[in-house]
């Protein structure tokens, strides 16, 4: 398709060649992989970053000129103008691979040609992947190519944690996120159920997946029926994976009110939440003054507190201190004693350091969730679950996809659930027994609220994270996060993530330092992605790659 030309201003290097092709030739595209043969009977491949068009006119002025000065008179003729212009294409490829890993520079007028799949494969590393598992597909010169990557990069030992960024709708950055879930369920379920000896069974895995926004995943068990024909025979064909939605999944919906809605906060489509009461694949959850004696501090994560004051009411709290002595054991309560705290002229903490300004300041933040219904006493019915966290792992079984209802929450009880549970992952995972799963992946979206770079620096959910972050590959925690800005994740959560995805974004989020590694042409394709388009990057993969993903197989409500 073209030969490698050298220049002096610019030469073959080891990192990166150029060649020219036929100006008519429209097969390549950025991200393509070609190869050129060399002279030791190795291959060199390399991925195509820039395609350049020009011609021997020294200026655009030429150009008119020698188009018989703007003439368009003949602008279907090949022969339009008075001088027909010599012109062709070339190409700025990055080297990736070489098969005797010998990195000379290509030669001059070596021949470029196209890649056979299993010539794809090579250049990228993906001809003999271990511990493979499908994360999509490559389409390229008309062929597509199954993209795997080593497992263990994603949920450890050797790496861990996914971040996936991108624009809102635009991205499918949910969508994606659940496919690469959906595939690690088949893959160690599978593994799971072939395994015949009890003491050498599969790793245990189970999932925890916070719904946030929508209803799309509240039903993650219900096939989708939109999915046709194509989009099955992709998976099935192209990419080994059955076109299923998830297995063993269980749902956790907060406590409420509203009888129309099965006692719940939740948008959940209603024939579907009927069903999942009837079949015992669901439950409520809610919070009594007994178990939240010591999470309340989740409640304050966006809180700033520089003087440590807040934290300071939360450990008074927690130690029993008068009048929140053992006696206190109700919401109400609770509330009735933070008012004799509060009021004027008040004696009972004469024997605190803590100023009665920050008690006020505690109780006015504290009586916004007075009546908030996930905080009450006592359920709807005797199966309403009183202590999340702990119900979570009671009844953990491997291949489990714990999917947990805080959509309809205010963003602080959405906060205050979320800490809760990473809070008893990060403890249970700490101190291991025989009935802990190996691995806990948690699947967060809008990471955004939790870990941003303007979360305050004492937030527990925060420190939570960051524990996740730098410690999850060893607990056998693994972080799967999702935000429209990646540049506004705190460095320590995102730099700690082996694996990230990136969907369509916009022209302001390319220019930050987080993109810096991308060349021009590739950060303006991120501006274009079409949905389900991805570049991914990952520790085993020699290059950034472009893959695309096949529609959810679970029922969307959208």
Request: glycine share 6%.
């Amino acid at each position: 398709m073209g030969k490698v030309s050298a220049t002096e201003k610019n030469p073959s290097t080891i990192d990166y060649f150029y060649f020219w092709m036929d100006s008519n030739n429209d097969d390549l595209s950025p991200f393509d992989v070609i190869m050129v043969e060399n002279p030791n009977n190795s291959v060199t491949y390399a991925i195509v970053e820039e395609i350049n068009h020009v011609t021997d006119s020294s200026s655009h002025f030429t150009s008119y000129i020698s188009s018989e000065f703007g003439s368009l008179a003949n602008v279907e003729s090949e022969q339009a103008g008075n001088t027909n212009r010599l012109s062709f294409s070339y190409v700025k490829a990055k080297v990736v691979h070489n098969t005797k890993n010998t990195y000379t520079p290509v030669l001059h007028d070596r021949p470029v040609c196209l890649c056979t799949p299993k010539g794809i494969r090579e250049a990228l590393g993906l001809d003999d992947v271990k511990n493979p598992l499908t994360c999509g597909y490559m389409e390229m010169y008309g062929n597509k190519v199954k993209v795997d990557i080593n497992d263990k990069f994603l949920i450890g030992p050797d790496g861990a944690h996914l971040n996936v960024s991108g624009i809102s709708g635009l991205a499918c950055k949910t969508s994606y996120t659940m496919f690469l879930l959906n595939a690690l369920q088949q893959k160690y379920r599978k593994a799971w159920e072939e395994s015949e000896d009890e003491d050498n069974k599969s790793q245990k895995i189970t999932y925890l997946v916070f719904n946030v926004k929508g209803r799309d995943l509240l039903t993650l068990d219900i096939p989708n029926e939109k999915l046709d024909e194509t989009q099955k025979r992709i998976y099935r064909e192209e990419l080994g994976l059955e076109p299923e939605p998830f297995k063993q999944v269980y749902y956790y919906y907060p406590h409420g009110k509203n009888a129309s809605r099965n006692y719940t906060q939740s948008n959940a489509d209603k024939d579907d939440m009927d069903r999942q009461f009837i079949e015992k694949n669901a439950c409520r959850y809610f919070y009594n003054f007994e178990s939240c004696r010591d999470k309340l501090q989740y409640l304050f994560a966006n809180e700033p507190d520089p003087t440590g004051t807040i934290d300071s009411i939360i450990s008074y709290l927690m130690d029993y201190g008068h009048p929140f002595g053992p006696s206190v054991t109700t919401w109400e309560e609770f509330f009735k004693a933070l008012n004799s705290v509060t009021i004027p002229g008040s004696t009972t903490l004469q024997g605190t350091n803590i100023q009665l300004a920050s008690w006020k300041k505690f109780a006015r933040i504290m009586r916004k969730f007075q009546s908030e219904d996930l905080f009450v006493d006592k359920g709807h019915e005797i199966t309403d679950r009183s202590d999340l966290a702990s119900d979570l792992f009671d009844n953990m079984n491997p291949n489990d996809v714990k999917v947990i209802d805080i959509a309809q929450l205010d963003p602080f009880m959405q906060g205050f659930v979320f800490g809760d549970v990473i809070q008893q992952v990060v403890e249970r995972m700490s101190a291991k027994d025989k009935n802990t799963p190996d691995k806990i992946v948690i699947f967060v979206d809008e990471l955004n609220k939790y870990a941003s770079t303007d979360v305050p620096k004492s937030s527990p959910i925060l420190r939570h994270l960051l524990d996740v972050a730098e410690r999850g590959r060893a607990l056998g925690i693994i972080l799967f996060s999702v935000e429209q800005f990646r540049s506004a994740i705190h460095e320590r959560v995102k730099g700690n993530c082996a694996n990230s995805a990136y969907g369509r974004t916009n022209f302001v989020e390319v220019t930050k330092p987080d993109y810096q590694f991308f060349g021009n042409i590739y950060k303006n394709m991120m501006t274009r992605l079409a949905p389900g388009d991805y570049i991914i990057s990952n520790p085993a993969l020699r290059s950034l790659v472009s893959i695309k993903f096949p529609y959810p197989t679970f029922k969307s409500n959208n």
